[in-house]
Nanobody, 122 residues
Framework: EVQLVESGGGLVQAGGSLRLSCAAS????????IGWFRQAPGKEREGVSC????????YYADSVKGRFTISSDNAKNTVYLQMNSLKPEDTAIYYCAAALICSWYGDEYDYWGQGTQVTVSS
């Protein structure tokens, strides 16, 4: 079945950077979209970013716009999330998910990874 595996999380100081990867198997990213979501304890899951191969568009939540950049390598079926100028409020488990088109609603995504922890210290 389709599998998504996130990697690249870790512990960084505020102002630092991390690059997350989402590797897909049994799935052709070129015909679909990959979104990044995050969830911190006690908070709702929120959409962070999404890239659509079908439209060529990228989307960012207001909270990360200007700091995060999403990109893809279709040949590798891999999507990246470059996170710069990290803030403590970015601390969360980050998940990638696959859908037909980009959406801010998690229930539109059919496949999810297990998540990777990002911790930003103050």
């Amino acid at each position: 079945e389709v599998q998504l595996v996130e990697s690249g999380g870790g512990l960084v100081q505020a102002g630092g950077s991390l690059r997350l990867s989402c590797a897909a198997s049994e799935f052709t990213f070129g015909d679909n979209a990959i979104g990044w979501f995050r969830q911190a304890p006690g908070k709702e899951r929120e959409g962070v970013s999404c890239i659509s191969s079908n439209t060529g568009s990228a989307y960012y939540a207001d909270s990360v716009k200007g700091r995060f950049t999403i990109s893809s390598d279709n040949a590798k079926n891999t999507v990246y999330l470059q996170m710069n100028s990290l803030k403590p409020e970015d601390t969360a488990i980050y998940y990638c998910a696959a859908a037909l088109i980009c959406s801010w609603y998690g229930d539109e995504y059919d496949y999810w990874g297990q998540g990777t922890q990002v911790t930003v210290s103050s």
